[in-house]
């Protein structure tokens, strides 16, 4: 009866308009704040207060290299203390914000968001917001800890639960504070770890990333750490299961499709021999005996291939590392790592404590600017920027990212330390620079399409690289550009007389400039039905905010110029190497976009097996199929030569020898079953 009272909401739901950001609450004075931040400074504030009826408001104001987020959230509470209403308005760098939830007064729940809509009955669950600001997540983890072992089924789907660990003090603006590590399940592929309170409330959560209440911005780094050694504590045991003796007893993989990365072709009715730890033989099928106690695969209807690259895959994550194996990923290049995290990982996986792809790092040096890298290691001056290209090798890593921020100025002098000390130079093109700029500055690699498309855009655009300009710009004009000028063709020319490697990953740009909110983009759908229901409904998004007159259409067509950039490119000459930024599920579809760039399917393959390898000189040990080469080796179900999505049909993976089952390591790693 009082819900009824309360609630008298129709069956369905009249979404607002996307509001503006003038449009949305102001927080008041008092509100408490929390601010976003990371080692390269604040990027910003999320403020929480009860409104004079007691409804919970949240305002959310955030600016990530340029990316932008401005939304609001206000949460009606019902008799049980479950929100019975929620409505988020503004936007965000993925589309419109706006969303709501309304429970009638029978007791049935209805959504809508910019993505989807949906009923079903309330009963004892919980209604999982689609986005709105970081802070409203509080109410979950309230009714998280209330609920205790049992956890809470969520709507529109899933179940969600948490456990508490150990306690931590750290230093704040009232002194010390004892707050307490736990971890959520339900909400993503793995366990989220999450601080709370000695009252077991919300405190706020840490990493690249941290959302603390304001005057405990210098804890983020503590509480990382800690939780990290959390994390590695339980993917310890997983690594040892996995990396058992019985595992790396030796293979013959017989009668199989096997595909050549070196001469770039596939090869019919093969056989290759496994044993301690490397290809011992290759040979036509049934030329190779099986040694005593080695393990026969019948590799009729599969291909074998050397393990798949991801030359763009930011590493830190322990149990996204686990996922990349389970999708094929047996080495990757992480343009970008934390110095400290990234030696853990070599570290633990060295130790056979951390089941993880084998690669090469860099790390991002930027600008001490509002608009710096997260993550970064921030310069002020030209000499500053030398200094960290040698802390970048005295670390023992591999290369050195230059970002958006940076002084064109400081790039040449720091480049020539880099290769002074035989670093890889690659990134982001600055503000101020084209990218021919950076490539005569020593760049040897530049990542991301937009920015090789910064080429042909206007100078207001190159100006201001370093804030969404460098997504709106090409969005705007690139549907306009002639990827066949004398001036285009000029620059494909010295890019490939040079040497410049390209990393486009247009798997990045392909969901933000072509999503309309209909459906789950082509990188993530093959995974949907497998995936968490709340990471699934996360993929489907609505688009890059438009703007200026133009159309999704319009966008959609710079996105067409994108992935054609690719092809003229490669038919120049010019290097690709395939990387996502992203999880690493996006790997199939990144290569199958350059299939329609005019990539051969083998050359395509190329720029995920050797390709990367002979970029960072491990092409010597993997990268390709051969007599004593390391078995970084994957067989797949299906003919990826005319099929190259059969790739994502993983059975097995040999990582150092060791022969991992395909389904297991989806499993460990979140995934249900075997993706589309």
């Not at 968001?113 to 970081?134: E, I, L, M, Q």
């Not at 030696?343 to 130790?351: E, G, P």
């Amino acid at each position: 009866m009082i819900l009824a009272a309360l609630l008298a909401a129709s069956a369905s739901i009249a979404v607002a308009a996307p509001a503006t950001k003038d449009q949305l609450m102001k927080p008041p004075a008092g509100a408490r704040h929390y601010t976003i931040s990371s080692t390269a400074g604040k990027h910003g504030d999320i403020w929480s207060w009860t409104m004079p009826d007691g409804k919970s408001a949240y305002r959310m104001s955030m600016s990530l290299r340029g990316w932008i987020t401005e939304d609001d959230e206000v949460i009606t509470p019902g008799p049980d203390g479950r929100p019975i209403a929620i409505a988020i308005r503004g936007f965000t760098d993925s589309g419109d914000a706006t969303e709501d939830f309304r429970v009638d007064g029978s007791g049935v729940a209805h959504w809508k968001t910019a993505v989807d809509s949906g009923s079903a009955p309330f009963a004892n669950k919980r209604y999982n917001t689609y986005g709105g600001p970081w802070l409203a997540g509080e109410k979950d983890i309230e009714a998280l800890v209330a609920a205790g072992d049992k956890g809470v089924d969520l709507l529109p789907g899933g179940h969600a639960s948490i456990t508490i660990g150990q306690r931590v003090q750290i230093d704040g603006p009232q002194g010390p504070k004892t707050v307490k590590l736990a971890f959520i399940k339900g909400y993503g592929f793995a366990p989220n770890p999450v601080w709370l309170d000695t009252d077991n409330r919300y405190f706020g959560f840490a990493g690249v990333i941290s959302l603390l209440p304001e005057g405990y911005e210098k804890a983020g780094p503590k509480l990382t750490e800690i939780q990290n050694q959390a994390t590695a504590a339980m993917v310890r045991d997983i690594a040892h299961k996995f990396l058992a003796a019985a595992n790396r007893t030796p293979t013959l993989v017989d009668h199989v499709l096997l595909f050549d990365s070196v001469a770039g072709k596939y090869l019919p009715d093969r056989a290759v021999l496994i044993a301690d730890g490397k290809v011992v033989g290759v040979g036509p099928a049934g030329s190779i005996e099986a040694p005593a106690g080695a393990s026969v695969i019948d590799g009729r209807g599969k291909t074998i291939l050397p393990g798949l690259w991801d030359a763009h895959q930011h590493v830190g994550g322990d149990w996204n590392l686990l996922q990349n194996l389970a999708t094929g990923m047996t080495n990757y290049r992480s343009p970008g790592s934390d110095i400290d995290e990234a030696l853990s990982i070599q570290k633990r996986r060295a130790a056979g404590d951390l089941l993880a792809p084998d690669g090469k790092i860099s790390v991002i040096i930027d600008r001490k600017d509002p608009l710096a890298a997260q993550g970064a290691l921030t310069v002020s001056s030209a000499e500053e920027a030398v200094a960290a290209v040698d802390k970048i090798k005295a670390a023992g890593l591999w290369g050195a990212k230059f970002y958006t921020s940076m002084d064109p100025a400081w790039i040449a002098p720091a480049a020539a330390e880099a290769h002074k000390l035989g670093l890889h130079v690659h990134g982001h093109v600055p503000a101020r620079m084209r990218p021919l700029d950076a490539v005569r500055a020593g760049y040897d690699e530049i990542t991301h399409i937009n920015f090789i498309m910064m080429q042909a855009m206007p100078q207001e655009v190159v100006d201001k690289a370093n804030t969404a300009a460098r997504l709106e710009g090409p969005a705007k004009y690139g549907k306009d550009v002639d990827l066949d000028s004398p001036a285009m063709k000029a620059f494909y020319a010295e890019l490939a007389k040079r040497g410049t490697i390209i990393d486009p990953t247009l798997t990045v740009w392909e969901p933000l400039m072509t999503s309309d909110g209909t459906s789950i983009s082509p990188e993530y759908a093959p995974f949907a039905d497998i995936a968490p229901p709340a990471v699934a409904r996360g993929w489907k998004i609505g688009g890059y905010p438009l703007f200026g007159g133009l159309t999704r259409a319009d966008f959609k067509k710079s996105f067409d110029k994108m992935v054609g950039l690719v092809g003229k490119l490669h038919d120049a000459g010019v290097r690709i190497v395939a990387g996502t930024d992203g999880y690493g599920l996006e790997l199939v579809r990144e290569l199958v976009l350059y299939e329609e760039a005019g990539l051969t399917n083998a050359e395509a393959l190329q720029t995920a097996t050797i390709v990367p390898a002979q970029m960072t000189g491990m092409d010597d040990r993997v990268g390709s199929i051969a007599a004593g080469k390391t078995a970084d080796i994957i067989l797949v179900d299906g003919d990826v030569s005319k099929d190259l999505r059969n790739l994502r049909h993983v059975e097995t993976v040999f990582l150092d020898g060791y022969r991992l089952d395909g389904a297991a390591l989806r499993e460990a790693s979140g995934l249900s079953g075997m993706p589309k």
